[in-house]
């Protein structure tokens, strides 16, 4: 289901946002982060330096109030990401922070061969806010509740970030749509994923995908010295650092990130 807000009576589990036009020669799939919908990537699809690409931006299950799907962990969502990027031709995948982990499973598993950029992405558990961390691991003992609190001050960081107000009101009732339960456990599996004993950044650079790891300087977590360093020295992959404090790159840096999507774009055959 195509969708442009909230009035969609019935809501799917990967609904869709789509813009541009239906023959373009390229095409980009938008997995958004953990708590948002499609249109929070509605910035960076209006950049001038996407005009003429296909865009393509998903709700990932159990965020912003989409259904929960049956498999909420992120190799299931990476399963069913591949097939959205394969139905529409996606030369390009860029996600952001949850849904960069998707992104990073789309090509660590083998499912995606293109360019990816991975905004915000937590290659480990140490990468990740300490506040998030402990709302999930407190869920896990005490029910939903502290993830209820956490979801509640969501809506506050929104309105302090410097948004135009159209699109600051539609990611707070975004935001407001999550429900504490599925975010347990969409959380848990993530957190599981990224606590596992791989080195994510080793297995991104002997991918051979072409890669884009994008973060700003403070805000959105980060990497390691040693993530970074591997990161660095691989020949596929290009660190970018976007300058000051942001927190949802989306929305508060869109033209930087379309300018990396648009480079990401200059790569495919």
Not at 106 to 118: C, I, N, Y
Not at 239 to 254: H, K, N, R, W, Y
């Amino acid at each position: 289901m195509e969708y442009r807000g909230l009035e969609v009576a019935v809501r799917d589990a990967w609904e869709l946002l789509i813009e541009g036009p239906p023959g373009a020669a390229r095409s980009v799939l938008l997995l958004p982060g953990g708590a948002n919908a499609a249109r929070s990537f509605d910035l960076v699809m209006a950049e001038e330096a996407l005009s003429g690409a296909r865009l393509v931006a998903t709700t990932l299950p159990g965020m912003a109030g989409a259904p929960l799907s049956t498999d909420p962990s992120v190799t299931g969502m990476a399963r069913r990401a591949a097939e959205l990027a394969k139905e529409n031709a996606c030369d390009v995948v860029v996600g952001f922070s949850h849904g960069a982990t998707v992104a990073l499973e789309m090509v660590l598993s083998g499912q995606f061969g293109g360019p990816v950029v991975l905004l915000g992405i937590s290659l480990t558990t140490e990468d990740e806010s300490r506040l998030f961390r402990g709302a999930v691991r407190a869920s896990r003992k005490l029910g939903s509740w502290p993830m209820a609190v956490l979801l509640r001050l969501l809506p506050l960081m929104a309105r302090s970030a410097t948004l135009p107000a159209a699109h600051k009101k539609e990611l707070i009732e975004d935001l407001k749509q999550n429900r504490a339960g599925d975010s347990v456990r969409v959380c848990n599996a993530y957190l599981d994923y990224i606590a596992a004993r791989r080195d994510f950044a080793a297995e991104l650079a002997a991918s051979g995908n072409l890669v884009w790891v994008v973060h700003a300087e403070k805000g959105d977590g980060g990497l390691t010295d040693a993530e970074r360093a591997t990161l660095q020295t691989a020949s596929n992959v290009s660190v970018v650092t976007i300058p000051g404090s942001v927190f949802l790159l989306p929305d508060e840096a869109p033209q930087q990130v379309a300018t990396v999507i648009a480079t990401a774009l200059t790569q495919t055959t």
